[in-house]
Nanobody, 122 residues
Framework: QVQLVEFGGGLVQAGGSLRLSCAASGSIFSINTMGWYRQAPGKQRELVATITSGGSTNYADSVKGRWTISRDNAKNTVYLQMNSLKPEDTAVYYC????????????????WGQGTQVTVSS
């Protein structure tokens, strides 16, 4: 099994910054794409940013230029630096990882963290 644990959510004023981190542990052979998604009340979960094992990144238009995703492959950890936060960024943020769990099995599996709340006050 693989576990993803997120850290760093909280309450911040508009214009402020937060840094989220997500550490993966367990039966990990390698991790392909890692990413962050969010879900606001009454809305569907949406992609925020992703990063491949090689460092290629992808961002939602709503966060481009404000936020930066990065990862430490040695620590199986992904980060999300969120600057210039807006009230509309308020949501539960989820970490997602695509994991290969065995050297003998090329299958990859998707795992999710439990979510961390980010609240931005106006």
């Amino acid at each position: 099994q693989v576990q993803l644990v997120e850290f760093g959510g909280g309450l911040v004023q508009a214009g402020g910054s937060l840094r989220l981190s997500c550490a993966a542990s367990g039966s990990i052979f390698s991790i392909n794409t890692m990413g962050w998604y969010r879900q606001a009340p009454g809305k569907q979960r949406e992609l925020v940013a992703t990063i491949t094992s090689g460092g290629s990144t992808n961002y939602a238009d709503s966060v481009k230029g404000r936020w930066t995703i990065s990862r430490d492959n040695a620590k199986n950890t992904v980060y999300l630096q969120m600057n210039s936060l807006k009230p509309e960024d308020t949501a539960v943020y989820y970490c997602r990882a695509v994991v290969r769990t065995s050297a003998l099995n090329r299958n990859e599996y998707v795992y999710w963290g439990q979510g961390t709340q980010v609240t931005v006050s106006s």
